[in-house]
């Protein structure tokens, strides 16, 4: 038995309720490698479109039958062009199906693939390519070889492969095949099947490390096929049940999601953002996996469409939501689901369900009046929508649950596969990322003595069960410092349990800041290109499961008390805490002093090697009191404690981003 896997039950941990849940779904108890459900998928669903593209031209309509011969053809080809068991194939490339066919067709050769988007930067993929070892490129078009083209010739690049149908240059030394012309070879090549270990690598999914260098997570087929067995406790899908697309295919959130939801026989549709709100309305999706900022765009696009309203009717639905908002607040107290009355009486509990029975009729008349009109913003057919990626913010979650959006909240990381926790239906607890999913141990332990807490305390999140990765890909250091000798997983977060094993997350302990995009920004880089202004002492950067990074700063008042100076800028404005040799008084948050902030964080954030636009420093506020040993704000060895920074200056940082 590895470290990895402590638990000699696939899904222990199973509760009845989930077991009754998986006995309605297909069934792979006994399937131990990912490739291996395309064939059995076909089989039971046949002519059941499984992807589906809407907006290629022409359209692309692909039913499971023709998905799994699909998959062999193209490990077919690869295999006659010498692609064997254990080699490392790169495949960068946005979301399509052929991109399903490659990374499945891959897979059913025994190779490994190494994965990333065709929008990430050239260095970063590079490096993709040189530290997987990668032999094999398959890329999404000519434009990402001729974006890597004057580097490959020093990588043991020997195949490359376009997943559209452009005509290979003649002038290229490399072996340049389009997909068609692969899936031809493949045709009238005899595949040679393969059957490795469950724990064998099936895929590496690159992401942030503290140096701000990629690391690669490396997830077996038993990792994967965990996902598919496991997920079915949280939701039971039907064949044909319609599901939108719009994370990034590669992520492993995104990733998870479609192999299980495609092992049941769903339809996946893929979207993009500026088609989503129309292919709501139009296919009308049961399910759709996103990160917070959908569900915030969705209910941003709804509160505009209610400010456009009458003033009469805006103080109408301003009333039934607020009703409302009272009305599931006592009916999770009654039903003891409410984060905030955990040890509720039953005395509570009866009153909060006289409350709820109350206001019911006034919650009523806003579901015919506005929220039954609110759902049809998302088809009108959802069952569920999934969020993860990032914490879901409350007056999000509210307004869901007050509007019949079933939304179920889920946690995890790309280490872990990455589904650990999740809320399920009957038990939607609001404010939590749920309880363990079958498989998975949760422990909360103090981040200094490393000893564990007992529910209601909060501490370190560890993960342990059979989602854990196997390891960062060459880096045996980085592995041992997030996977102990029993199996456990450091996840950065901090959070706590409640009684009833709900995880409840409140921030992290490690550096990583997560967008409510899903992007993970390694703060370092970012805070070092920064301090080149001569007007920037200390940075520290914020924005967990915020849109946008925002920056706590303190100036360098010497250098801003000289550049006031040759502006001839004067003002009465001075923070009583700021000593200053000068007679000049500055205000801090005058217009000129904020612009010259501006452009200092604009200029060298964007000078900086590798920059993305996810870099970019949003807010930011100027704060006079330096982080130091003395004051708690920094390590003996003079490290920023950015926990204790964050919160320190709670108020600020909530302020920033209001």
Not at 34 to 37: A, C, G, K, Q, Y
């Given at each position: 038995?590895?470290k990895?896997?402590?638990?000699?039950?696939?899904?222990?941990?199973?509760?009845?309720?989930?077991?009754q849940?998986?006995?309605?779904?297909?069934?792979?108890?006994n399937?131990?490698l990912?490739?291996?459900?395309w064939?059995l998928a076909?089989?039971?669903?046949g002519?059941?479109?499984?992807?589906?593209?809407?907006h290629?031209?022409?359209?692309?309509?692909?039913?499971?039958?023709?998905?799994?011969?699909?998959?062999?053809q193209?490990?077919?080809?690869?295999?006659?062009?010498?692609?064997?068991?254990?080699?490392?194939?790169?495949?960068?490339?946005?979301?399509?199906?052929?991109?399903?066919?490659?990374?499945?067709?891959?897979?059913?050769t025994?190779?490994i693939?190494?994965?990333?988007?065709?929008?990430?930067e050239?260095?970063?993929?590079?490096f993709?390519?040189?530290?997987?070892?990668?032999?094999?490129l398959?890329v999404?078009?000519?434009?990402?070889?001729e974006?890597?083209?004057?580097?490959?010739?020093?990588?043991?690049?020997?195949?490359v492969?376009?997943?559209?149908?452009?005509?290979p240059?003649?002038?290229?030394?490399?072996?340049?095949?389009?997909?068609?012309?692969?899936?031809?070879?493949g045709?009238?090549?005899?595949f040679?099947?393969?059957?490795?270990?469950?724990?064998?690598?099936?895929?590496?999914?690159?992401?942030?490390?503290?140096?701000?260098?990629?690391k690669?997570?490396?997830?077996?087929?038993?990792?994967?096929?965990?996902?598919?067995?496991?997920?079915?406790?949280?939701i039971?899908?039907?064949?044909?049940?319609?599901?939108?697309s719009?994370?990034?295919?590669w992520?492993?959130?995104?990733?998870?999601?479609?192999?299980?939801?495609?092992?049941?026989?769903c339809?996946?549709?893929?979207?993009?953002l500026?088609?989503?709100?129309?292919?709501?309305?139009?296919?009308?999706?049961?399910?759709?996996?996103?990160?917070?900022r959908?569900?915030?765009?969705?209910?941003?696009?709804?509160?505009k469409?209610?400010?456009e309203?009458?003033?009469?009717?805006?103080?109408?639905v301003?009333?039934?939501?607020?009703?409302?908002?009272?009305?599931?607040?006592?009916r999770?107290?009654?039903?003891?689901?409410?984060?905030?009355h955990?040890?509720s009486s039953?005395?509570?509990?009866?009153?909060?369900?006289?409350?709820?029975?109350?206001?019911y009729?006034i919650?009523?008349?806003?579901?015919?009046?506005?929220?039954?009109?609110?759902r049809?913003?998302?088809?009108?057919?959802?069952?569920?929508?999934?969020s993860?990626?990032?914490?879901?913010?409350?007056?999000?979650?509210?307004?869901?649950?007050?509007?019949g959006?079933?939304?179920?909240?889920?946690?995890?990381?790309?280490?872990t596969?990455?589904?650990?926790?999740?809320r399920r239906?009957?038990?939607?607890?609001?404010?939590?990322?749920?309880?363990?999913?079958?498989?998975?141990?949760?422990?909360?332990?103090?981040?200094?003595?490393?000893?564990?807490?007992?529910?209601g305390?909060?501490?370190?999140?560890?993960?342990?069960?059979?989602?854990?990765?196997?390891?960062y890909?060459q880096?045996?250091?980085?592995?041992?410092?997030?996977?102990?000798?029993?199996?456990?997983?450091?996840?950065?977060?901090?959070?706590?349990?409640?009684?009833?094993?709900?995880?409840?997350?409140?921030?992290?302990?490690k550096d990583?800041i997560?967008?409510?995009?899903?992007?993970?920004?390694?703060?370092?880089p970012?805070?070092?290109a920064?301090?080149?202004?001569?007007?920037?002492?200390q940075?520290?950067?914020?924005?967990?499961?915020?849109r946008?990074?925002?920056?706590?700063i303190?100036?360098?008042?010497?250098?801003?008390e000289?550049?006031?100076?040759?502006?001839?800028?004067?003002?009465n404005?001075?923070?009583?805490?700021?000593?200053?040799?000068s007679?000049?008084?500055?205000?801090?948050?005058?217009?000129?002093?904020?612009?010259?902030?501006?452009?200092e964080?604009?200029?060298?954030?964007?000078?900086?090697p590798?920059?993305?636009?996810?870099?970019?420093?949003?807010?930011f506020?100027?704060?006079?009191?330096?982080?130091?040993?003395?004051?708690?704000l920094?390590?003996?060895?003079?490290?920023i404690?950015?926990?204790?920074?964050?919160?320190?200056?709670?108020?600020?940082?909530?302020?920033?981003?209001?």
């Open positions: 038995m590895s990895t896997q402590p638990t000699s039950d696939f899904l222990s941990n199973i509760t009845r309720r989930e077991s849940e998986l006995q309605r779904l297909v069934d792979y108890t399937v131990d990912l490739p291996d459900i064939p076909a089989k039971q669903f002519n059941i479109v499984a992807l589906r593209n809407p290629a031209k022409p359209e692309v309509v692909i039913t499971y039958a023709q998905l799994a011969e699909k998959i062999q193209f490990a077919a080809g690869l295999q006659a062009l010498g692609v064997q068991a254990g080699d490392r194939v790169c495949l960068i490339a946005d979301n399509s199906p052929r991109w399903f066919i490659a990374d499945q067709g891959i897979m059913t025994g190779a693939d190494a994965v990333r988007s065709a929008q990430a050239k260095e970063e993929l590079l993709i390519v040189t530290n997987s070892g990668s032999t094999v398959i999404e078009d000519l434009k990402i070889l974006k890597l083209r004057d580097r490959l010739h020093d990588l043991p690049i020997k195949l492969v376009s997943l559209a149908d452009e005509a240059p003649d002038d290229e030394t490399l072996q340049v095949l389009n997909f068609s012309q692969l899936i031809e070879i045709i009238n090549h005899t040679v099947p393969v059957k490795p270990s469950p724990d064998t690598l099936a895929t590496l999914i690159y992401t942030s490390g503290t140096t701000g260098k990629p690669g997570v490396m997830l077996s087929h038993n990792n994967l096929m965990h996902q598919v067995k496991a997920l079915g406790a949280v039971q899908p039907q064949p044909g049940d319609i599901v939108l719009i994370l990034p295919t992520h492993s959130y995104e990733r998870s999601g479609e192999y299980f939801l495609l092992s049941q026989g339809t996946q549709i893929y979207t993009n500026r088609s989503v709100k129309r292919d709501l309305q139009q296919f009308k999706p049961n399910y759709m996996i996103a990160v917070p959908l569900w915030e765009s969705i209910y941003e696009g709804v509160q469409q209610f400010r309203q009458a003033a009469s009717k805006q103080r109408l301003k009333f039934l939501l607020e009703t409302s908002e009272k009305y599931i607040k006592a999770r107290i009654a039903e003891g689901l409410s984060l905030d955990l040890d039953a005395f509570q509990r009866l009153t909060a369900k006289m409350t709820a029975s109350a206001l009729p919650h009523a008349l806003g579901e015919r009046l506005v929220y039954a009109k609110v049809q913003a998302t088809g009108g057919q959802m069952k569920y929508v999934i993860g990626g990032g914490a879901l913010p409350r007056h999000i979650d509210n307004f869901f649950e007050i509007t959006v079933e939304l179920l909240q889920g946690y995890g990381l790309t280490e596969s990455p589904v650990a926790n999740a239906p009957w038990r939607n607890f609001r404010g939590s990322s749920g309880q363990p999913i079958p498989g998975t141990e949760v422990k909360i332990i103090d981040s200094e003595t490393r000893q564990p807490l007992p529910a305390q909060r501490g370190l999140v560890l993960l342990r069960g059979f989602h854990i990765m196997q390891g890909y880096n045996p250091e980085a592995t041992a410092k997030v996977i102990d000798a029993d199996g456990w997983f450091d996840s950065g977060d901090l959070g706590w349990v409640t009684p009833q094993n709900d995880l409840v997350l409140t921030g992290r302990a990583t997560v967008l409510t995009n899903g992007e993970n920004i390694e703060p370092q970012i805070e070092d920064c301090l080149r202004s001569p007007f920037v002492d940075i520290m950067l914020v924005g967990q499961d915020q946008s990074l925002g920056a706590l303190v100036p360098n008042i010497e250098a801003l000289k550049w006031a100076a040759s502006q001839n800028l004067n003002s404005v001075q923070d009583d805490n700021v000593t200053s040799s007679s000049q008084k500055i205000d801090l948050e005058s217009k000129m002093i904020q612009d010259l902030f501006r452009q964080l604009n200029r060298e954030v964007k000078n900086r590798g920059y993305r636009p996810d870099d970019r420093i949003g807010p506020r100027l704060v006079l009191e330096p982080f130091s040993i003395e004051n708690g920094m390590t003996q060895t003079l490290k404690r950015r926990h204790i920074v964050t919160e320190h200056y709670h108020d600020i940082i909530n302020g920033m981003f209001a």
